[in-house]
């Protein structure tokens, strides 16, 4: 399964550039991240890719086929869940008749609702109207019927939300599973640390670009991260200031007999650092800072 | 595909607004059936009571001295009570065909000789009913009724046993011809329109689940359709099994054989024909099924169009209502297009047994008429729809 997003570009009428010339290649067995500060475009790419919106320019490929006639949309409609709203679900139906109805809808046979309902663990109220869940149990139902429908490619928008520590890391390890079964997952979220912690992929959106990817299985760079009262302590060295108070000391700009010393010293000094790539949160202080 | 059918049949049917409106018809039948017709038998067939009270009248009137207009109605009006008297004898005997036979001549008698009570050109006249109901023309409906139930009882008349229910037309596929005729069938119709009205702009309420499923438009409103129709029929036996229960223990369920009046013209030759009950209903139900049909893509199209549901809502409500509008100006006398207007053709059971032919003193109202008439403006609809369904970017829920 290779999805294909070609030159999309999207402007609305009092907002130009929403999507912004984005050629993206991404393929089956991976999970990728789409970060971006709220009303920056990310689920405007998403409802691009489900063709709820049209394209001003450019053309979203599933294998090689794109949105044309009715009947192509179809078979690529066929392929693609889009994780639902919660205010969406139908209040007077179960949580089961959810599931059942995503799971009919889109001829899954392999994956059982019952499987689904244990795997979210919500036997206890999966039988119950959807009025009655709280938030969290929605979002759960919500996750359960992409799950239910079990396409190539899940659209995963703010999936995280509401959610507890235990229900998130639950979600991840499911995650993880799905991407073993060889599905594409696009994820929108702002658990950013989490993301990492699962996405193959992240791309950073700015402006209606995409101004950074990061690829985690690629030898990501490494830095020396200290906090910023220390910044007297500190040997003179080409620190950058993040805005979210660290300063940040790229190591590969260090010769190897600088580096050692510099770690000796901090060590010595019980200068707290951290070594190691930047997470994303750093990356989102960095790039959208300005922006707020 | 079923799983989306099932799904839409239970939200139409959790739907409160729909759960109210159903609720409401089923009341209202119940209310209907015991307050007005088809309950009680029509206003041509005298209670012994009335009949009683009339014939000692008309005895006292004959024994009076009337002056100049004594040798008018004198000899009519013991005419007239012998009649009566003979219905009087036939009922408490229980001799049904003797009755029967009576009670045309008694029809018969009315035919000739009544005048409307205001005129006092005639001591006869016609129910008082129809001049209480401050209807257009009293003694044209009156004379129509009149004619219809005559009709309906001349083959009564050739059996050696005729049912005193049959006689009365309050046997259970009687009673649902007249419900049918006295506003039945129009209840049903604004049912139709309440449940359909909303179906897509219902669905902006769940837009992200509604617009991610992999169907087409053409797909979901067709599905949404049938949908509306299987909950129909529902109602409508629903509402079928409510009538039967109160009917068939009292007057039993009849013959579909029985016959109904058909009012026709051939030119300026008008005339009444039997029709079997049987056909008859079947005829209204073709025109009612077609009707529904109309509706509900009516408003599909119009929520499809606008996104929004009044604008299908005042459209369905100017169809179905709309006909008094012409009616009531005598527009629809002085122009014979309005016999082929849609409107004229709401009542599939007026257009079966000829009411609306009468009202529109025209023989062209047939079943065959509505038929072409609805089922024009429902290949128009289609067509439209088809077009708006098969649109590139086309969405049932925007």
């Known amino acids: 399964m290779e999805l294909q997003l070609q030159n999309l570009a999207l402007s609305f009428k009092n907002k130009p550039n929403v999507i912004h010339d984005i050629s993206l290649t991404m393929n089956g067995g991976s999970i990728v991240g789409i970060v971006a500060p709220n009303g920056t475009g990310k689920t405007t790419l998403l409802r691009l890719i489900l063709n709820d919106l049209k394209p001003q320019a450019g053309k979203v490929l599933v294998d090689g086929k794109s949105y044309g006639s009715q009947k192509q949309s179809l078979a690529l409609h066929r392929q693609m869940c889009l994780f639902p709203v919660q205010d969406d679900l139908y209040p007077d139906l179960s949580g089961k008749s959810h599931l059942e109805y995503y799971a009919k809808l889109w001829h899954n046979r392999s994956k059982s609702v019952k499987q689904i309902i244990n795997v979210l663990d919500m036997r206890d109220y999966i039988n119950q109207p959807v009025r009655t869940y709280s938030m969290g149990m929605k979002q759960r139902l919500c996750f359960g019927m992409v799950m239910a429908a079990n396409t190539p490619i899940m659209l995963l928008d703010e999936f995280m939300n509401g959610l507890d520590t235990i229900n998130v890391a639950r979600m991840s390890r499911i995650l993880r599973g799905l991407r073993a079964e060889g599905k594409l997952i696009i994820t929108v979220s702002h658990l950013l640390n989490n993301l990492q912690g699962y996405a193959d992929l992240i791309y950073f959106m700015r402006d209606g670009k995409i101004i950074k990817t990061i690829d985690q299985h690629e030898q990501q760079p490494l830095y020396i991260q200290v906090a910023e009262e220390n910044a007297s302590r500190l040997p003179r060295m080409p620190w950058e200031h993040y805005p979210n108070g660290m300063l940040v000391l790229p190591i590969q700009k260090l010769p190897g007999e600088h580096f050692n010393q510099l770690l000796l010293g901090l060590a010595a000094h019980h200068i707290p650092f951290k070594l190691g790539p930047l997470d994303l949160d750093t990356y989102f202080n960095e790039f959208y800072e300005t922006d707020q | ?398």
């Open chain 2, 1 to 398: 595909m079923m799983a989306y059918f099932r799904f839409q049949f239970h939200q139409l049917l959790t739907n409160r607004k729909n759960l109210a409106v159903i609720g409401i018809a089923l009341v209202a039948l119940i209310c209907q059936f015991v307050f007005f017709p088809p309950n009680t038998t029509p206003v041509e067939l005298p209670t012994a009571t009335v009949l009683t009270r009339d014939r000692d009248k008309n005895i006292a009137f004959v024994n009076e001295s009337h002056g100049p207009n004594t040798a008018v109605w004198v000899p009519s009006t013991r005419e007239f009570a012998k009649l009566e008297t003979q219905m009087l004898t036939a009922q408490k005997q229980g001799k049904n065909k003797a009755y029967v036979r009576a009670t045309i001549n008694y029809l018969g008698f009315l035919r000739r000789y009544a005048a409307n009570p205001d005129a006092q050109s005639s001591p006869f006249h016609y129910p008082l009913t129809y001049y209480y109901e401050n209807r257009q023309y009293p003694d044209a409906d009156a004379a129509y009724a009149n004619v219809v139930l005559t009709q309906s009882l001349i083959p009564l008349a050739k059996q050696a046993h005729p049912d005193v229910s049959t006689i009365h037309q309050q046997t259970f596929w009687q009673t649902l011809f007249r419900g049918a005729l006295g506003g039945w069938l129009t209840a049903l119709l604004l049912i139709t329109i309440l449940l359909a009205n909303d179906l897509l702009t219902s669905e902006q309420r769940h837009r992200s689940i509604a617009r991610s499923l992999p169907l087409s438009p053409w797909h979901a409103i067709n599905t949404k359709t049938l949908t509306v129709l299987g909950t129909l029929a529902g109602a409508v036996t629903l509402l079928i099994g409510v009538t039967a229960v109160c009917v068939i223990p009292f007057h039993g369920l009849g013959s579909l054989t029985t016959a109904v009046s058909n009012f026709a013209k051939n030119g300026s030759y008008a005339y009444v024909q039997p029709l079997a009950l049987g056909s008859a209903l079947l005829m209204m139900l073709g025109l009612t099924v077609l009707l529904m049909w109309l509706f509900i893509r009516l408003n599909l199209l119009c929520q499809l169009l606008f996104h929004n549901e009044l604008i299908g809502l005042v459209l369905s409500a100017l169809l179905l209502f709309g006909e008094p509008l012409y009616f009531m100006q005598g527009i629809a006398f002085s122009v014979p297009q309005t016999a082929y207007y849609l409107p004229s053709y709401m009542n599939p059971a007026a257009i079966v047994n000829g009411l609306q032919n009468f009202r529109y003193d025209t023989g062209q109202m047939t079943p065959l008429s509505g038929v072409i008439v609805i089922g024009s403006v429902i290949v128009l609809l289609e067509i439209m729809l088809f077009i708006v369904t098969h649109r590139r970017h086309a969405a049932t829920v925007k």
